[in-house]
């Protein structure tokens, strides 16, 4: 696919992802298959124990995975994800997102998401499975 079909779907997720705007993520790259997105851990980010949220951290790897699964043009949707965590991540640190394909068959994409804090130490995993469809993300003829 494209670089010019990459970015009319990463306009269109950024624009009616509701997360992307909540969360404060920002993304930074998208093509067929790859995404980096990332977010500053703020006070809407914590749980209980005063460290970002897991769910927030999930979140932050979905979004890269929807980017980089849907970028090759294609409606795909998640059928499985998982997450391992490693470590904590601390308020006003920087996380980013990095997803990479590392499968693509005729339906099914198995994606890996790496989360990284400021000083790059990996903070968790994300692997995701996604299912395609025959449909176009958003409309993508121009």
Known sequence: ??????????SHIKA?????????????ETRAG????????GSNH??????????????????AFALAVNCHGKMALAIEAS????RPVKPEERVTATCREVFQGRRTGTYLCS????????????????FRIDQEPVRVQT
């Open 34 to 41: 790859f995404a980096k997105v990332s977010m500053s851990v």
């Open 1 to 10: 696919m494209s670089q010019q079909v990459a970015e009319k779907v990463t």
């Open 115 to 130: 989360l990284t804090n400021n000083r790059d130490k990996e903070v968790a995993l994300f692997k995701a499975t996604a």
């Open 16 to 28: 009616h992802d509701r997360l992307i705007e909540i969360f404060g993520m920002d993304v930074e």
């Open 46 to 63: 914590l749980n209980a124990a005063g460290l970002c949220h897991g769910a927030a951290l999930f979140a932050l790897a979905d979004v």
């Open 83 to 86: 997450m391992n965590y490693f």
